[in-house]
Every structure is written in C-alpha cells, then in structure tokens.
C-alpha cells in the first residue's frame, strides 16, 4: 500500500512541475531583464509617443493653431512625464510646459519654439 502511495505521489509531483514549466513564461523575473526590461521600454514607449506629439504641436504651431498647439503640447506632456527620469527628458518636460504656457498666452511663435526644443531633448539620448 505504501508503494502505491509513494508511486502516486511521484507521478503527481511530476505533472504538477511539467504543468507548471509549460504555463510560466519563459523570461526571467528577477536579474537581468524581466521586469525591469518591460519598465524600459514603456518609457522609450513612452518617449516616442512624446516625441510624435510636440512635433505635431510644432507643426500646428507653425500654422498659427493655438488651440491645437495646446493640445498636442499637454498630450506630448503627459507622456513626457511617464518617461523617465532621464536628464533630457525633464529638459524637454520644462520646455513642454513652457510651450503650453505660451500658448495659453495666446503667443504660438514663442509656444513653437518651446516646442521645437522640447522635441530636441525628448530626442537626445541618455
């Protein structure tokens, strides 16, 4: 009876480990990549998304749309600020918020050019 037991046992323990295996991913939690690695490219992710954004805000700026200027600027800041912590991307936040800050004043020239330097910093890498 023992042996039937004992038997069982091993036989469930081992489709319980080939179970588990085949449901867990293969990447690495912990160490090198993981988790960190999806972190990373969330905020490239991201960075470009800010970067599409101040330049559409350049281009309507350039146009002399103010209120689409506004638009694009908060959106390229709202990405801007999940992007990091690298040293560019808080250059280029301060600028987006300069370009919105121009644009509410209603001064699109001043407004595009923050932009457009904004666009420069997001672009730098680290």
């Known amino acids: 009876?023992?042996?039937?037991?004992?038997?069982?046992?091993?036989?469930?323990?081992?489709?319980?480990?080939?179970?588990?295996?085949?449901?867990?991913?293969?990447?690495p939690?912990?160490?090198e990549g993981?988790?960190?690695?999806?972190?990373?490219?969330?905020?490239?992710?991201?960075?470009q998304d800010a970067i599409k954004l101040a330049k559409e805000a350049v281009d309507h700026g350039k146009q002399g749309h103010v209120g689409a200027l506004l638009t694009s600027a908060e959106a390229?800041?709202?990405?801007?600020?999940?992007?990091?912590?690298?040293?560019?991307?808080?250059?280029?936040?301060?600028e987006l918020?300069?370009?919105i800050e121009h644009g509410e004043g209603g001064h699109a020239d001043v407004a595009?050019?923050?932009?457009?330097l904004a666009v420069t910093h997001l672009s730098e890498m680290k």
Not at 34 to 47: K, L, T
Not at 112 to 116: C, G, L, P
């Open 1 to 27: 009876m023992t042996r039937y037991i004992t038997r069982r046992a091993v036989a469930l323990a081992a489709v319980f480990v080939l179970v588990t295996a085949t449901m867990l991913p293969l990447q």
């Open 112 to 116: 595009t050019k923050h932009a457009e």
């Open 34 to 47: 993981g988790a960190r690695r999806d972190v990373i490219r969330f905020e490239e992710q991201n960075r």
């Open 76 to 94: 390229a800041l709202q990405y801007a600020l999940k992007a990091g912590k690298a040293p560019h991307v808080g250059e280029g936040i301060g």
């Open 29 to 31: 939690v912990f160490g």
């Open 97 to 99: 918020k300069r370009a």
